[in-house]
């Protein structure tokens, strides 16, 4: 987009010239698509890889004036630039062209014995053949970690197949990078986050070449949902730039001491959101001075848990779940190799088998940077949080009424599914198996229907993640090819780049250009239902996109006003009177007497339309309570209760109403003293 133009390298501008050169020297690609149209590049390099998908790309909208398309909410397509710049091997691409974009790492050559990063995640001794381009013997391939999948002409082909949106998350994890072998770069996350960004730039640059100039290609960036929209009913790619790393900001903590302040946020989420990226995680991997995370579990946790030692002084720390939410079991697995970087005399912890949660949640500088996000209209990545932290998320956005929350591979504990829905956010599933995949989306199909939402994948491409293998041709309903795409516009072959040629009946999800045949492969085990969900994703991701850049902060209409109770708890030191839940400072609060039937009033001042009450407890919090309103102060009418309460942030939303006072009514404690609260919320939206 032109606002990003500043972003991007000049050099690049002779690409149109180089990339004419290289086809009249080299001749034109082959490729099934070969022909005339917009959606056929003038300028492709030869040799490339073919794209094996014909017929023109869908555009405009259907029948409801909804944009259609699959949304990819989670990959990586620059993870080749992080961690040092040697742990992903291969580009996404590359002016040289696809022998130099798709290359081995130097140090795998000549039989991959160095791919030390290939054997810790997969196993075995690592060995491969290392030579991509033009053989592709041992990768890319479904279960290797280590090379690139997302080479521009495999997200090329999954465009062709029916996906309208990517997130393109910038990944890093400077720990991983300071402690692998092999790097060529700083390991600094911000600076590898703005590498990321620019070369995804450069991409779009690289795609506009060849088919005649900036905004041609299909291949757009964009940074706000209105932008996407546009992108989408032309038919093409929209791009929306997120970012996943481990300690953003520089916000990591050590020996449980934040190592960031206020103002590095307020910088780092200026300088993220002017380079484009619209939608974050807080924490990834490692604790931070953010929030506590997900864990992970087996060998990879292990030396995740190695890696959170090493960054921050601490290991992982468990506690007993307070619902019915949990964290991933750590698991006791060995991972030798990580285990090495160990200090001498330091081994990680055991772990009870019941103390499923992790001890840190939301901090106070989390939250923070929640609230810098919501102004700056970003939307939040949930996965990978504790589950701590993620209910603490929760409670902030359904406080605000904050739409922007997304979970975008699977990495949410399930039982919030619904939670998600009723703020408005988008969900995605991690790209599974098609039998997982599928059981998954049936699970929750009632769900997506209730709140009228579509689906989306995450594929997590380069994200040293797993993908699905290979079902087998002896499967009674293979894929057969070619097929249809969804839409029914496009007919879509085996992929062939090089010598090689791809079958998802036997390779699995190998790359990025097999997503269309993965997709397939969910229809006929999944049925047509879920890929019609999945065809609506884009649609429900600018709907969450649009309502968080609409949203606007309601208007406390308690603050300042007048309170009574029916007692205060006594202190010489300091007041806990009614007043002091209305006062805007959550370092006060009002107190209680040590018995159940208790409450707080609050005097609007006039009559005035009431929705949503927020409360923030002391520890000292209700189990059960009403919501009660009148319009004289003496007549009460209850409009919202619950008798499940567990303390923190409550947000009580009921049908619209009008009153002049509002009345939080304790029924039953939470613990052994009153009820105390630090702030109480009045309002109309």
């Known amino acids: 987009m032109t606002r990003h133009r500043h972003l991007r ?37 030869a040799p490339d890889s073919q794209i094996n998908v014909t017929g023109e790309p869908f555009k405009g909208t ?20 992080a961690f040092g710049g040697r742990l992903i091997c291969g580009k996404t691409f590359s002016p040289a062209g696809i022998a130099d974009a798709l290359k081995d790492c130097p140090e795998h050559y000549p039989d991959g014995s160095l791919a030390v990063f290939d054997f810790i995640t997969k196993g075995g001794d690592g060995k ?44 890093t994890n400077g720990v991983i990078c300071s402690v692998y072998f092999f790097k060529d770069r700083s390991c600094d996350e911000m600076t590898s986050l703005r590498l990321q960004a620019r070369k995804t730039y450069e991409m779009q640059d690289y795609i506009d070449a060849m088919y005649g100039g900036p905004g041609k290609g299909w291949f757009r960036i964009v940074t706000d949902s209105a932008q996407a929209r546009e992108v989408i009913e032309q ?25 960031c302040s206020k103002e590095d946020i307020d910088r780092g989420l200026d300088e993220l959101h002017a380079l484009g990226v619209r939608s974050m995680f807080l924490c990834h991997k490692f604790d931070n001075a953010l929030c506590g995370v997900r864990f992970d579990s087996g060998s990879i946790g292990t030396a995740v848990n190695v890696g959170q030692f090493l960054s921050t002084g601490t290991f992982w720390k468990t506690e007993q779940c307070t619902g019915p939410q949990a964290d991933n079991p750590i698991g006791l697995a060995a991972a030798p190799e990580a285990e090495k970087k160990l200090p001498p005399g330091v081994k990680v912890p055991s772990y009870a088998s019941g103390a499923r949660c992790n001890t840190r949640g939301l901090t106070a500088l989390g939250e923070y940077a929640v609230r810098g996000m919501m102004k700056r209209k970003m939307m939040l990545e949930i996965d990978h949080m504790s589950v701590k932290a993620a209910g ?37 599933q991690y790209m599974h198996g098609s039998e997982g995949f599928s059981a998954e989306a049936r699970r929750t ?13 995450g ?39 090089g010598e090689r040629t791809w079958d998802v009946n036997t390779d699995g999800a190998a790359h990025y250009g097999l997503v269309p045949d993965w997709l397939e492969d969910v229809r006929l085990v999944g049925g047509k239902g879920v890929i019609d969900d999945l065809f609506k994703g884009a649609e429900s991701y600018l709907h969450t996109w649009k309502a968080s850049e609409d949203h606007k902060a309601g208007v406390n209409l308690a603050s300042g006003a007048s309170a009574t109770a029916s007692s205060s708890e006594w202190s010489l030191f300091t007041s806990y009177k009614p007043d002091r839940a209305v006062d805007g400072n959550t370092k006060t609060r009002w107190a209680s007497g040590w018995s159940d039937d208790q409450w707080l009033r609050i005097d609007l001042g006039a009559p005035k339309p009431i929705r949503r009450v927020t409360l923030e407890w002391e520890r000292a919090y209700a189990k059960a309570y009403r919501i009660e309103v ?56």
């Not at 998320?393 to 939670?419: A, C, F, K, Q």
């Not at 797993?466 to 002896?474: E, F, H, K, Y």
């Open 235 to 259: 038919g093409k790619l929209a791009v929306v730039l997120g970012v996943e790393t481990s300690e953003p900001f520089g916000c990591k903590q050590i020996l449980d001491i934040a190592q």
């Open 9 to 45: 390298r000049r050099p690049l501008a002779v690409l149109p010239l180089l990339l004419t050169v290289m086809a009249l020297m080299l001749g034109t690609a082959s490729s099934s698509s070969a022909g005339t149209g917009w959606w056929i590049p003038t300028a492709r390099p």
């Open 445 to 457: 199909k009632a769900l997506r229907d209730k709140y009228q939402v579509g689906y989306g994948y």
């Open 392 to 428: 603490r998320l929760l409670d902030v956005l359904e406080s605000e009424s904050y739409p922007g929350v997304i979970s975008s591979h699977s990495w949410m504990d399930l039982n919030w599914t619904e939670r998600v829905y009723r703020l408005g956010g988008f969900i995605a």
């Open 459 to 497: 594929t997590d491409m380069n994200g040293v993640g797993s993908w699905p293998g290979p079902r087998g041709t002896d499967t009674p309903n293979p894929v057969r090819y070619p097929f249809h795409s969804a839409d029914g516009a496009s007919v879509i072959d085996r992929q062939t780049t």
């Open 128 to 171: 491969h053949d290392p030579n991509g381009w033009p053989t592709f013997k041992d990768w890319p391939a479904h279960d290797s970690q280590t090379h690139q999948q997302n080479y521009y002409a495999w997200v090329e082909r999954a465009w062709r197949g029916g996906q309208r949106v990517l997130v393109n998350d910038l990944v």
């Open 62 to 81: 259907d029948a409801q004036g909804h944009v259609r398309g699959f949304v990819d909410a989670h990959d990586h397509l620059m993870s080749n630039e």
């Open 630 to 685: 009148s319009d004289d102060g003496t007549n009460w009418r209850s409009v919202w209760s619950t008798s499940a309460a567990d303390g923190g942030l409550d947000t009580a939303q009921f049908p619209g109403t009008t009153a002049r006072y509002v009345r939080v009514h304790g029924l039953e404690r939470g613990t052994k003293w009153g009820y105390s609260l630090r702030e109480v919320g009045v309002f109309s939206s």
